[in-house]
């Protein structure tokens, strides 16, 4: 069903799946458990997606808290950036970061990520700074830069670095498509599931490290 897709559809799907697939991606390299991804295109280029992950985990320690708020968040950030990569082969694959930018702080669905990344960072520089005085506005705003920027570098990092396995696996979720039937109707609505244990039988998905923030 894919191939009859027209091409102005497909370019938006791939782009959406490299969002999803993204987050999917980089939460099981950091270690969160994973269930499946969805993806719903229509004829007008509107979209819904989700990637499911799994966001209990055992924090005993400041330590640990400190690694999940950062883990957190670069799964957050990963959407937006894998939506910036390019689904052609090239040697290298590059995060376009003021798209990624864009993307995050736009009104098509991501700034719900950029809203929960802004409030996880303020609580990991209230954890990773205690003994900052909450009325020194300059010092606060240097500690959330030097939070974010870290954090971003990352990200971007592993986006990088993993961004075959992302596009290959995006390119599968697109190429699972299908017309949504439509009663009475004609169908303008593609979709697909892909669900967790499908997903754990993809060599791709087999293949990804686990990663440290």
Known sequence: MTKKMPPAVRDHALQIAHHEMAHYVMARALGFATGGVTLTVTMDLRHQGGASITLARSISSI?????????????????????TLSSTHSPRKLV????ATTILKGGLGAEQDYAKVRELQQLLRNIAYPD??????DRITAELKEITDRVWLRTQEVVEALADTINELALALVDGMV???QWGRAGDTYEVVLTGGMLERLGPVQAIPELKV
Do not use: H, I
């Open 179 to 181: 017309m949504v039937e």
């Open 96 to 99: 376009d970061k003021p798209k």
């Open 132 to 137: 900052t005085n909450p009325a020194s506005s």
């Open 63 to 83: 330590d640990a808290m400190k690694e999940y708020l950062q883990a957190r968040m670069m799964v957050l950030l990963a959407g937006a950036m894998g939506q």
